[in-house]
């Protein structure tokens, strides 16, 4: 298969493949003409990092995860570990948006939105804390 088809098939960017391949992810053999050719097993390998990066896995936890999914000795556990600790990102980042939606949307109703200079937003983010 050759890097159009497998971009369809695995719905990835060819760029997103090349970059894959670059960092080894990926290694498609090469045909005389040195065009890549993919193989079935390279394809899986992608549509499987596509679903991973769709669900917010970070590379390295993809080539985590991969390693795992080619490992028929594999513990379960493992891959579970993986991913209860994106797991737990994931829901830290929701408590931290959350946070911002509430300050959001406290400043809006805060500010009148008239032609007054006089802004609440304006004046909380220059005073603002960064974290």
Request: proline fraction near 4%.
């Amino acid at each position: 298969m050759n890097i159009g088809e497998v971009s369809k098939r695995a719905g990835l960017p060819k760029k997103t493949i090349r970059y894959y391949e670059d960092i080894g992810l990926v290694t498609p053999l090469r045909d005389t003409n040195g065009y890549r050719s993919f193989r079935d097993s390279d394809m899986h390998k992608l549509a499987f990092m596509g679903r991973s990066r769709a669900l917010g896995f970070t590379i390295e936890d993809c080539r985590n995860l991969l390693a795992l999914w080619d490992d028929q000795d594999r513990a379960s556990a493992d891959v579970r570990t993986i991913a209860k600790e994106h797991l737990a990102q994931i829901e830290s980042k929701i408590v931290d948006l959350q946070a911002i939606q509430e300050t959001l949307t406290l400043l809006v109703k805060e500010c009148a939105g008239d032609d007054r200079p006089d802004c609440p937003i304006l004046k909380t983010l220059e005073q603002f804390p960064m974290k």
